[in-house]
């Protein structure tokens, strides 16, 4: 079974400018999540899906952060203007249905100079 | 508020050596519980779960948990450690209407050979 998928790896980008990231949940799982780690800290929720409506968004900086999920299945995650406090690395997971155990993708490091 | 806490930022010890991290939550019903573990460069990778029944939970890679509701414990233990295990630890509950996983600030583990 393939695992989450998400690209790209690793992103550079200057502040102001604008970055979007894409994530492939597992085949048939329900519930998609959208982390941010910053260095040295456990991961936060940003945003959670329940296939393409919004469960949870009330850590999502919403001034800058959007993210949607077409069609309940891929999902992308997109900050416009990036600020330095951006910097992170940004996870994605996806679980058969709310509550049941998460599957975290590789993630996506992104620094913004 | 709903919060997680490990206390050790960092452990660490020699190879062959027993190992026990530690976990308290601060929960009004027991929820359930994960530990995850996150290699450099890698995303989250689940070690065990606990959702009901025995509060002995076997996972992968030899790690084991014991949740205590009275002491709202859910500490991660393993008889020998190997160089392998090097990695950063974080345990997670999950409760509230939501479902939301909520991480601790995580373990750095380190192995002497």
């Known amino acids: 079974e393939a695992g989450v998928a998400q690209s790209p790896r690793y992103k550079i980008i200057e502040k102001r400018q604008s970055v979007a990231f894409w994530c492939n949940p597992i085949?048939?799982?329900?519930?998609l999540y959208w982390y941010q780690q910053i260095l040295g800290q456990g991961p936060k929720l940003l945003i959670q899906?329940?296939?393409?409506?919004?469960?949870?968004d009330s850590q999502l900086p919403k001034d800058r952060f959007s993210a949607e999920r077409l069609k309940g299945v891929d999902s992308t995650l997109k900050i416009q203007p990036a600020k330095l406090e951006d910097s992170a690395v940004y996870l994605c997971?996806?679980?058969?249905?709310?509550?049941?155990?998460?599957?975290f993708g590789p993630g996506t490091r992104l620094t913004v100079l | 508020a709903q919060s997680v806490t490990q206390p050790d930022i960092h452990i660490t010890v020699s190879e062959g050596a027993s190992l026990e991290l530690r976990c308290n939550y601060s929960?009004?019903?027991?929820?359930?519980l994960f530990w995850y573990v996150q290699s450099p460069g890698q995303g989250l990778q689940l070690l065990l779960k606990?959702?009901?029944?025995?509060?002995l939970v076997q996972g992968i890679k030899g790690f084991e948990a014991e949740f205590k509701r009275s002491q709202s414990s859910f500490n991660l233990r393993k008889p020998s450690v190997h160089w392998s295990d090097a990695a950063e630890y974080f345990c997670?509950?999950?409760?509230?209407?939501?479902?939301?996983?909520?991480f601790g600030a995580g373990t750095r583990l380190a192995v002497h050979p």
């Open positions: 997670a509950p999950i409760s509230g209407g939501y479902n939301k996983l909520i």
């Open positions: 929960y009004g019903a027991t929820p359930y």
């Open positions: 085949s048939g799982h329900a519930t």
């Open positions: 997971a996806s679980s058969p249905y709310r509550g049941d155990t998460q599957y």
């Open positions: 899906f329940q296939n393409n409506g919004v469960v949870d």
């Open positions: 606990y959702f009901s029944g025995d509060t």
